[in-house]
Nanobody, 122 residues
Framework: VQLQASGGGLVQAGGSLRLSCSASGGTFSRQAVGWFRQAPGKEREFVAG????????SYADYVKGRFTISRDNAKNTVYLQMINLKPEDTAVYYC????????????????WGQGTQVTVSS
């Protein structure tokens, strides 16, 4: 499974960004895709996840109401729409994939893409 994240950048507080994760090389029907992030000096943390087939999603409390995860099965792409960004959202964002329970319940992944930097200035 190969995952390619893109869409990061520099944005002012209150601004928006949309990250994209392009997936290939696997069968995703029983999997989920998630976004994780890691800020300097901090542990990597779960942000959001979505089933590849179906409507189930999961969000970390600190992004609920501001971030929305979605997918386009025809394009094998998962998106993370981020609005009302805060300086504390600054991190490298990674997309990852794994079994549904791993991503959505245990918030762990088997496959990782490279990260994309999101920087939110105050």
């Amino acid at each position: 499974v190969q995952l390619q994240a893109s869409g990061g950048g520099l944005v002012q507080a209150g601004g928006s960004l949309r990250l994209s994760c392009s997936a290939s090389g696997g069968t995703f029907s029983r999997q989920a895709v998630g976004w994780f992030r890691q800020a300097p000096g901090k542990e990597r943390e779960f942000v959001a996840g979505v089933r590849w087939s179906g409507e189930s999603t999961s969000y970390a409390d600190y992004v609920k109401g501001r971030f929305t995860i979605s997918r386009d099965n025809a394009k094998n792409t998962v998106y993370l729409q981020m609005i009302n960004l805060k300086p504390e959202d600054t991190a490298v964002y990674y997309c990852a994939a794994g079994p549904m329970s791993s991503i959505l319940v245990f918030r762990k992944a088997d496959y990782w893409g490279q990260g994309t930097q999101v920087t939110v200035s105050s």
